[in-house]
Structure formats: structure tokens, C-alpha cells
């Protein structure tokens, strides 16, 4: 089968003007970024938000095999289309980071991407530097402030801001600034993170308007002053000077699906560290011109779809009709402790094993009182028997099942199971959400029932900066704001080495971070790097320009 970006650049686009009018924005509406992107700026419209089909995409415990997400995502959508839905998807924009180091880009694949995806995974309509600027200026006009205040009572005890860049670059995570003579600033330690981890980028994403951007900018804590007292954007003054530099990027941006369907692209959080779903504006858009709207959350569920459901749902009044829980047989045998080696070959008890973890993400979704439809991404190694057996478990647990082939087919290859989601919709839809927390709990109750609940754990412990933390977040009313768990994407618990289904384990949280723009509290579990390293043979290493065109990107 041909590359990714072979069968982009074989794929015929249509004008972002007419992808747009297919869905009713009208051409005022719409500021043209080229001949297949635009920003759109609209006006929501609650009534038509709340009549569509909000569908959720996640996925078991990510592992080297992968799950095809963001490819099942493109490819839903279009099956949808196939069978006379007006559906549209609305996906996070890529990180540069993964794009040139070890992950690659996330526009989808084969037959079920998102186009131009070589535009969509490099630089875009801009926003991913946009909200690097808006950070990286904050960050100087910090330090200016301490400059100018030097020696003075008004100067800050502790700086909190950290500069972002949208690379993966292991040397800037811990830095000295400020070094040779006075005249070039404070020395200070301060390091970078990348631009996905910024507060920034979680704060463009929850923010409902730019006047709620606005609000959320001012309330980023920056950090404290001497007589410990906490020191804000509002107090420094510069809420509107970062707010021009992200109005243009906060409109989303439509583009198309391979076969012509409009989608949504915008903002990128991770979902590791951050909250791991694409802006509230964008999501929004997808149902206010969608009758079904797709969207997927960062890694497996209980990262992603959970900060989805109890953060963003809760941000932004909406709530998903239904779950669908992306996997694969591969991905399942590696859960099951099968070779990498041997994961295409047949091996019942290796599936049989692996099955426990998609038992649990089932388990966990039903919790929420989701509907959940199990879409497996076949290959053409997949043996009968193997998914024979998988779609009688799920029949058993009391979930949908569904085959995907939207890699090699495109939305034909999605009919399946885009008529297995509206026959859900239709006949067996979701109950309200349950939310795994009420915000009026302690953090501690918070923290333990997504441990107990999601993951199923058994216990949590705090380490001694959480538990210094926690003053503080009582002090400023923290205590009753949402929980963003930060932790690895590979395990249940906080040990990336612990894959499939561990049991009786206890999370240990290192620290506890005020996010006060975003308005959650994140825990952090374990060793998590907000600066990524590139790998031993990054992706950059195979990214060339041909006659003119990429290559090389997936």
C-alpha cells in the first residue's frame, strides 16, 4: 500500500470556500488561508449545538502497535457521510515535536486522513506559534518586571513561567537565563517546555469566547511575591497584549477529509500533561454545522476521555451520545504479553490476556454512563476465529462492536460502523453523564476516585511538594476546581513499564500545580517530561522536499 503522504498527494481537494458552503458557512464567515484552509469565525448558536450528535473517539492503553485513533476518527466521519449523515470531525492540530522526533504526524492514515495533511502537520494557519509568542512574551515581560524591580519590595519571590517551543529539545528542559552582566537581565534557573504543555495551549482550548479567553488569561498565576502573596497576568497588565496575539489563531480551522467532508482542526494539548482534546470553539463548530460531530481525546481513556468528559464537558455543556473504544488485535496481544515480534501471527491466549485491558476502558466509559462501541482496526493478517471471539466478549460486557477498515478503504471501509453508530444513537442512547468526581470534593477525594474508578487502583499517596501545594490550593480556592491527572499514557498506573490490566496498585503524586487560567488543579504522577527528547533516529532524518513536494511525512 502506498505512504500517507503518497495518497495525499494523489487526492483531489476541493476549495475551502465550497467545503465550507457544503456545510452551511457562509463565504463571509470564512477568512481563506490558501485554497484548502480557513479560519471560520461564527457566532454559536446553542440550539442547533444541542440537536446534534456528539460522538467521542478513544482508545485502549497505547503501546508500540498502536491503535489508529485519529484515523478511525477521519474514517467514522466519512462513513457517516457515505450512508446521508452530515457528519463532521473535529481533531487536534499536530506538534512539530512529535511530528520531527518519534511519533510522527496525526492527521489520520491511508484513505481516512485530513488534507493538505503536510500543511496541517507542519506549520498550518499558525496557531501552534501564536500561542508560542503569547507564552514566550508573558515569559519576558515577567522578567522585565523583575528587572525593574530589582532589590525592590514589589520584585517577585518565585517565578513560576517557563518559555515553550514547539520542538523536541532535551537540552533546554533546565536552563540559566539572564547570565553576562547586569545589562543582559537576572540570572535565574528556568528551562523550556514544549509549546503542547503550555498553560496557554490548555487555556485555548477550554476558552468558550475571547472574552473568556481573555478572563482566563488574566487568572494564569505567574507566580509570588515576597510577602507570598500570589502575583497574576491581571496584576502585570499584559492580559491584552497576549489576547491580540491570539485572536486571529483562536478561530477554528476548517479543512477536508480525503474523500471532501469538512473538518475541524484546532489547538493541541497533550493529553499526558495537559487535557488532550481540540478547542471547545472547534468542537462546537462540528455540531453547530454537523448533525454528527466526531471528536477524539488524546491516548487511552483514561487519560483523554477522561479529562474529556469530567473537564471539558464539563467547560463547555456538552456531552457525548456515545463512545467509540478504538483497538486492534496487535495491540491487544502486546497487552497480553505476546513477542512484538509474533503479534501478527494468530495467538488466542495472548488476545484472550490483552482482552483485560480493554475490559477495564470498557468498564470504566459504562461508568460515565456511556454507550460503548468497540471498533477494531482490521489488517489482513487478522484471523477469523480471533475476531470472532472479540466481538462475542464485547457482546458479553455489554458493548458495540464494529470492524474498521478506513485505512485501506476510506469511508467505505467505515459503513459498518457508522451504521452501528446511529443505530445506537437512534435506539440506545447514552444515559446522562456521570461525572467520576463532584467538584465540591477535597482534591484528595477527587484524585482517589479517578485512581479507584478509572484506573483501578487501590490507593494514592502525596508526595512532599504536593502536599506543600495543597495550602496553597486551599488558600486560593483551587480545592473546587477540576483534576488533571499528569501522568504516562502506557499504564494504568504511574509506571510506564506496567502495560494491560495491573491490579491493587498505589498512584503516588509528586506535585500538585495550580493551572488557575485553565481552572484545574494538575496532579502529577511520576516522571513526566514536559520537554520531550528526540529519539536515536528522529523522524526529521526522512523529511526531504522532492520537485517541490514532501516527503517522508506520516
Same mark, same amino acid.
Given at each position: 500500500m502506498k505512504s500517507d503522504?503518497?495518497?495525499a498527494h494523489e487526492a483531489t481537494l476541493q476549495r475551502i470556500d465550497k467545503i465550507a458552503a457544503s456545510i452551511g458557512i457562509s463565504e463571509e464567515m470564512i477568512d481563506q488561508y490558501g485554497k484548502y484552509k480557513a479560519k471560520v469565525d461564527y457566532t454559536f448558536d446553542e440550539a442547533k449545538i444541542a440537536k446534534s450528535n456528539l460522538i467521542l473517539v478513544t482508545a485502549t492503553t497505547p503501546n508500540k502497535s498502536g491503535s489508529g485513533k485519529t484515523t478511525t476518527s477521519v474514517a467514522l466521519a466519512q462513513g457517516l457521510n457515505k450512508i446521508g449523515k452530515k457528519a463532521i470531525v473535529a481533531l487536534r492540530e499536530p506538534s512539530l515535536g512529535p511530528c520531527f522526533g518519534m511519533k510522527g504526524g496525526a492527521a489520520g492514515g491511508g484513505y481516512s486522513q485530513v488534507l493538505p495533511m503536510e500543511d496541517i502537520n507542519l506549520h498550518f494557519t499558525g496557531d501552534f506559534h501564536a500561542i508560542t509568542s503569547a507564552n514566550n512574551t508573558l515569559a519576558a515581560l515577567v522578567d522585565n518586571y523583575q528587572y525593574f524591580n530589582k532589590g525592590k519590595?514589589?520584585?517577585l519571590?518565585?517565578?513560576l513561567w517557563r518559555r515553550v517551543l514547539d520542538v523536541n529539545d532535551r537540552s533546554l528542559r533546565f536552563i540559566v537565563s539572564g547570565l553576562n552582566g547586569?545589562?543582559?537581565g537576572i540570572p535565574a534557573e528556568t528551562g523550556f517546555d514544549i509549546t503542547p504543555a503550555s498553560e496557554i495551549m490548555a487555556i485555548f482550548c477550554l476558552a468558550t469566547s475571547l472574552d473568556d479567553l481573555r478572563k482566563r488569561i488574566e487568572n494564569i498565576l505567574v507566580g509570588y511575591t515576597f510577602e507570598d502573596k500570589p502575583f497574576y497576568v491581571r496584576d502585570l497588565g499584559v492580559a491584552g497584549s497576549m489576547v491580540a496575539l491570539l485572536k486571529e489563531a483562536f478561530?477554528?480551522?476548517?479543512v477536508q477529509t480525503i474523500e471532501g467532508g469538512a473538518a475541524f482542526i484546532h489547538g493541541g494539548p497533550f493529553a499526558n500533561i495537559a487535557h488532550g482534546c481540540n478547542s471547545i470553539v472547534a468542537t462546537k463548530a462540528a455540531m453547530q454545522f454537523g448533525d454528527y460531530a466526531i471528536t477524539e481525546a488524546g491516548f487511552g481513556s483514561d487519560l483523554g476521555a477522561e479529562k474529556f468528559l469530567n473537564i471539558k464537558c464539563r467547560a463547555a455543556g456538552i456531552s457525548p451520545k456515545a463512545t467509540v473504544l478504538v483497538t486492534t488485535t496487535q495491540s491487544l496481544k502486546l497487552h497480553g504479553k505476546v513477542d512484538e515480534k509474533l503479534i501478527k501471527q494468530p495467538n488466542m491466549d495472548g488476545l484472550k490476556a490483552g482482552m483485560k485491558n480493554m475490559e477495564r476502558h470498557?468498564? %470504566?466509559?459504562?461508568n460515565f454512563g456511556q454507550t460503548v462501541i468497540v471498533a477494531l482496526n482490521k489488517f489482513h493478517f487478522d484471523v477469523a476465529e480471533e475476531l470472532a471471539y472479540i466481538e462475542d466478549w464485547c457482546k458479553q460486557k455489554g458493548a458495540e462492536f464494529a470492524m474498521n477498515e478506513g485505512f485501506a478503504k476510506g469511508g467505505d471501509g467505515a459503513v459498518d460502523l457508522a451504521k452501528k453508530v446511529v443505530e445506537i444513537i437512534e435506539n440506545k442512547p447514552s444515559k446522562p453523564l456521570q461525572h467520576t468526581y463532584d467538584l465540591e470534593d477535597t482534591v484528595e477525594e477527587k484524585i482517589t476516585k479517578?485512581?479507584?474508578?478509572?484506573?483501578?487502583?487501590? %490507593?494514592i499517596t502525596f508526595g512532599q511538594k504536593a502536599k506543600t501545594a495543597m495550602k496553597k490550593i486551599k488558600e486560593l480556592g483551587a480545592d473546587k476546581w477540576p483534576i488533571c491527572i499528569a501522568k504516562t499514557q502506557f499504564s494504568f498506573t504511574d509506571n510506564a513499564g506496567l502495560p494491560g490490566s495491573p491490579e491493587n496498585f498505589n498512584i503516588n503524586i509528586d506535585n500538585l500545580i495550580i493551572t488557575s487560567g485553565a481552572g484545574f488543579v494538575v496532579a502529577v504522577a511520576g516522571e513526566i517530561m514536559r520537554m520531550p527528547g528526540l529519539p536515536k533516529d528522529p523522524a526529521a532524518m526522512h523529511i526531504d522536499v522532492v520537485n517541490g513536494e514532501i516527503t517522508g511525512l506520516s
Open positions: 503522504i503518497e495518497i519590595a514589589t520584585a519571590k518565585q517565578i547586569s545589562t543582559n478561530k477554528p480551522n476548517l470498557i468498564e %470504566s466509559l459504562q479517578i485512581v479507584t474508578k478509572v484506573y483501578k487502583g487501590s %490507593s
